[in-house]
């Protein structure tokens, strides 16, 4: 199955976007199915950083860890998962706009099974797609509002 894409324009520089939408600790304010991220060693997150990130499914709680595969600032991000039976893998892309006082986010989602977690793969593929809008907004609304 192809990755679930979305993007999305916001009215703020590049460099403000990536720092806000790249940064774990923040996904619980606009992430609307977060419920907690736990960032292992603490300090800002580095290539190889892990970050555990604990999401409402339905009417559960599950918690996924990702390891952070690069960090290009102020244009690219990427996460892949290193554990559980639901790995979920993040590539973020933050394009200028307007000379760049715009930005266009560009978030592509995969998930791979592993165990019995393969069959669950296409059941969270359709949570996430139907959710991911919301969270988009709740992106933009923050970055533009200054919530």
Known sequence: MPPIVHSIEIDRPPEEVFSYV????????????????????????NVGSRFSTTRRIGRAERTMTQEITEIDPPTSWS????AG????NANIAVEPLNDGTRSCVTIVLDFK????????VPVIRRIAAKGAPTSYQNLKKRLENGE
Do not use: C, N
């Open 22 to 45: 790249t940064d774990p600790a923040r996904f619980t304010e606009w992430q609307d199915d977060v419920v907690s991220v736990r960032l292992e060693g603490g300090g800002r997150p």
């Open 113 to 120: 099974g592993h165990g019995i977690g393969v069959p669950l």
């Open 79 to 82: 996460a892949r998962g290193v």
């Open 85 to 88: 039976p639901i790995r979920p």
